[in-house]
């Protein structure tokens, strides 16, 4: 599971590029837009695409291939891990916890929860939801270990942070600054746990996937295998074989584009959140060209357009998920090439948004 940290005061903005974007990597040129097609054609895109408009397809297809050992395609039905876009599942099992009377608000401290947590009292859940906690990673701190076969569980891993920040601290106030942190989302993952008495797949499946019958979703294996499901690669190397647990609440699931489309519909509609919880989530209008983080969304403008997305990096895998509600649209990008950079990703971003939704 990829790294991505960033650090900035909490009243500016973030620039489109930020996620995963390093100074040592050109953007991504092509020749001068025709079509979507022709576009992920010429990125050389491997992976499943759907942009919908106004209900409309303007393309609903797969790209290169799934498996090169088998040489199957990719499809629209074939499964791919999609990384950090569980986060936003995650955040819907916390909405979830406040409609179930669980938690009373997003701003309750940790401490409420866990009075051993050190700093709780300053963090707050909407401090987790939108990487203003200033907790550290946990990922560098495990993954090395973790792929060598040492055994870590949530619990585990929750206790290595508590005993990081005990001896360190925070990395900054909380509130005062915004930085993508895994951290939060392990975090808010083993809270529906203990809240809800339900294991964190189980309230998920039940609350989210269940109610919006999206039946190829579910928690990744660290192996994969079988036809539906693609191999992750990083160029020509296989690089699927993960440890999957180390990823819970904060990467951990396996999904389709048709199954994220019910999830992006389901978001932008009127049925799914009510006003008050579509305030709550996905904030308030952003200046031109300006993305910010929100409760588990982001929130950018792209050429006047409101763009409600999340993208996700794990080994050998690029996912992006997004909506423009003004145009009922519906962006989704699954990719089994690894994409270290994100110049992949925020190509597909500024060119299918300002050119087609």
Not at 328 to 346: A, C
Request: net charge negative.
């Amino acid at each position: 599971m990829k790294t991505k940290f960033l650090l900035l005061p909490i009243l500016s903005f973030v620039t489109l590029l930020f996620i995963s974007c390093s100074n040592d990597d050109d953007p991504i040129t092509i020749s001068e837009y025709t079509d979507a097609t022709t576009f992920f054609n010429e990125l050389n895109y491997s992976g499943s695409v759907l942009i919908s408009k106004n209900g409309n397809d303007i393309l609903r297809t797969g790209f290169g291939i799934a498996n090169k050992t088998t040489v199957d395609p990719n499809a629209i039905s074939t499964q791919f891990r999609i990384g950090s876009v569980s986060k936003t599942l995650t955040g819907m099992g916390i909405v979830q916890l406040k409609r179930d009377g669980l938690i009373n608000s997003y701003d309750q401290p940790l401490s409420d929860f866990d009075d051993s947590f050190p700093h709780g009292n300053q963090i707050t859940l909407r401090h987790l939801l939108s990487h203003q906690s200033g907790l550290p990673d946990y990922v560098p701190m495990v993954e090395p270990n973790a792929k060598s076969g040492q055994s870590f569980t949530p619990e585990t891993i929750l206790e290595i942070v508590k005993n990081q920040v005990s001896e360190n601290g925070l990395n900054f106030e909380p509130g005062s600054s915004v930085a993508y942190s895994n951290t939060n989302f392990l975090i808010l993952a083993l809270l529906i746990e203990e809240l809800s008495g339900n294991s964190y797949e189980n309230y998920i499946t039940e609350n989210v996937l269940e109610p919006l019958n999206m039946t190829e979703t579910e928690m990744g294996n660290d192996e994969i295998s079988g036809e539906n499901y693609a191999q992750g690669y990083n160029g020509n190397e296989n690089v699927s074989e993960y440890p999957m647990q180390i990823a819970f609440g904060a990467g951990c699931w396996t999904s389709s584009v048709t199954d994220l489309e019910k999830w992006c519909r389901a978001a932008m509609g009127d049925n799914w959140f009510s006003p008050d919880e579509k305030q709550a989530i996905f904030g308030e209008d952003v200046p031109e060209e300006t993305t910010a983080f929100e409760l588990a969304w982001f929130r950018s403008k792209i050429d006047g357009k409101t763009f409600l997305w999340h993208g996700g990096d794990i080994d050998g895998f690029a996912s992006l998920i997004g909506f423009v509600p003004e145009s009922n649209s519906v962006l989704i990008t699954l990719s089994n090439e690894q994409d270290d950079s994100g110049t992949t990703r925020n190509a597909i971003i500024e060119t299918i948004v300002k050119n087609e939704l």
